[in-house]
């Protein structure tokens, strides 16, 4: 017999968000630059989270979630860690960001969950997953028209480059509606052959 406690668990609905953290070093520099417009710009929409490279973004009901676990485990098994190249920065009007270089090893991957977890995201409208398909870390965002026709003719003048290995990928999740994330699972990419054959993806 069910109990209104675990049917309340079974149909709480949750945020869920796929990232790549960037390596300390890397990090460093997203924070540097993100007080800077805190500092220098009073633009706090520039510390609203830790820098990182969104994979993809879905709503879906925690009774769901085991099995997306064991679908996105099964992906990072058969990937070799890879190199991530950050060059300079780009806008897309509402949003500074840092642009990923290397942008064809994350969209293979990010090609993958979208195969692999199809069946478990398919919903209504109003779950529609997103998938990145410009890979970036994002400086600020919800920027206003006037903040970016302040501060973009200034970044995109702006040198900036550094480069670090991608080991894993991080399953976050919030309540929906809600503001802090809290961590589900790291996957390792561990680069183990896939389905039975030599070699694995990002040699």
């Known amino acids: 017999m069910v109990t209104v406690s675990q049917q309340a668990i079974t149909y709480q609905l949750y945020e869920y968000l796929l990232i790549i953290k960037p390596a ?8 540097a630059f993100k007080r800077y417009l805190v ?4 633009y706090h929409n520039a ?11 879905f709503l879906q009901y925690e009774s769901y979630e085991q099995r997306i676990i064991q679908r996105l485990q099964q992906i990072a098994d058969t990937i070799r860690p890879f190199d991530v190249e950050l060059q300079g920065f780009g806008s ?5 960001y840092i ?22 995201l398919n919903g209504s409208k109003a779950l529609t997953p997103y998938f990145v398909t410009k890979p970036h870390v994002t400086i600020a965002r919800k920027l206003t ?20 290995r991608a080991k ?13 994330y809290s961590t589900v699972k790291k996957f390792n990419f561990l680069g183990l052959p896939r389905f039975g054959t030599q070699g694995s993806l990002f040699a």
């Not at 300390?24 to 924070?31: F, G, L, P, V, W």
């Not at 897309?92 to 500074?96: D, N, P, Q, V």
């Not at 894993?168 to 802090?180: D, E, K, S």
């Open 168 to 180: 894993n990928m991080i399953l976050l999740r919030r309540m929906a509606g809600t503001l802090r």
């Open 92 to 96: 897309f009007g509402h949003t500074l």
């Open 24 to 31: 300390d070093h890397a990090q460093k520099a997203i924070e």
């Open 47 to 57: 510390i609203v989270s830790k820098g990182h490279i969104t994979l993809m973004r």
């Open 99 to 120: 642009d990923v270089k290397s942008a064809d090893p994350i969209r293979q991957l990010v090609a993958m969950q979208r195969q692999a977890l199809r069946p478990l």
């Open 39 to 42: 500092n220098s710009h009073r």
């Open 145 to 164: 028209p006037p903040q970016n026709d302040a501060i973009w003719p200034i970044w995109k003048r702006t040198h900036y480059h550094d480069k670090f």
